[in-house]
Nanobody, 114 residues
Framework: QVQLVESGGGLVQPGGSLRLSCAAS????????MGWYRQAPGKQRELVAQ???????AYADSVKGRFTISRDNAKNTVYLQMNSLKPEDTAVYFC????????WGQGTQVTVSS
């Protein structure tokens, strides 16, 4: 079994920064794609950013230029650096990792408010 544990969420003022982390543990041989999703109240879960095993990245248009996804394969960890945060970034953020099957983290709340 594989577990994903997220950290780094919280309350931040508009224009501020946060860094999310998601670490995988358990029976891990190789992790393929890693990604971050978010879900705001009353909305569907949406892809924020993803990174392949080769390091290729993709971002939602709404976060391009502000968010950066990265991974540390030695630590089985994916990060999301979020800068210039806006109130509309407020959501629960979930990490996802694809091994032989997809696995999800439990979610971490990010609130952007003055």
């Amino acid at each position: 079994q594989v577990q994903l544990v997220e950290s780094g969420g919280g309350l931040v003022q508009p224009g501020g920064s946060l860094r999310l982390s998601c670490a995988a543990s358990g029976r891990i041989f190789m992790i393929n794609a890693m990604g971050w999703y978010r879900q705001a109240p009353g909305k569907q879960r949406e892809l924020v950013a993803q990174i392949t095993s080769g390091g290729s990245t993709a971002y939602a248009d709404s976060v391009k230029g502000r968010f950066t996804i990265s991974r540390d394969n030695a630590k089985n960890t994916v990060y999301l650096q979020m800068n210039s945060l806006k109130p509309e970034d407020t959501a629960v953020y979930f990490c996802k990792m694809v091994l032989t099957a997809p696995y999800w983290g439990q979610g971490t709340q990010v609130t952007v408010s003055s």
